[in-house]
């Protein structure tokens, strides 16, 4: 499995957006089954909800958002965003991307350390 997961801003001040940039892909692609890539946040992330209608089918959980990905050749690529309500110097969750059917054959990222400043001027 190919899988990659970029945060734009990990420095990021508080109640700035942050870009997450997302691929996935089965080596070897067959065309069959469903993938899922859990993508995790850092503490105290609010989804930016309007940058999520055109990524594929997920839930947002506390500390991760889960997307089912259909294989295409070539991959999914996708982004969302979502803000820092405070400062905080803290890891995200770590990002898994797994087969749904065969869930031992897997990718998995390390978590990503943040450093959100206040907002100046207060």
């Not at 734009?8 to 691929?23: F, I, L, S, Y």
């Not at 995790?40 to 997307?67: M, N």
């Amino acid at each position: 499995m190919r899988f990659k997961v970029h945060y734009d801003n990990p420095g990021a001040q508080a109640e700035q957006v942050v870009r997450c940039q997302v691929e996935a892909e089965r080596i070897g692609f067959r065309g069959y089954g469903v993938m899922e890539a859990e993508i995790g946040l850092p503490p105290g992330a609010d989804v930016v909800l309007d940058s999520l209608k055109y990524s594929p089918p997920h839930e947002i959980q506390p500390d991760r958002i889960v997307f089912y990905l259909s294989p295409y050749a070539g991959g999914s690529k996708f982004e969302f965003q979502f803000r820092l309500r405070y400062p905080i110097e803290a890891l995200s969750g770590q990002s898994t991307l797994y087969d749904y059917y065969n869930p031992e054959s897997h990718a998995t990222l390390k978590p990503v350390k943040f450093s959100a400043d206040a907002v100046k001027g207060r």
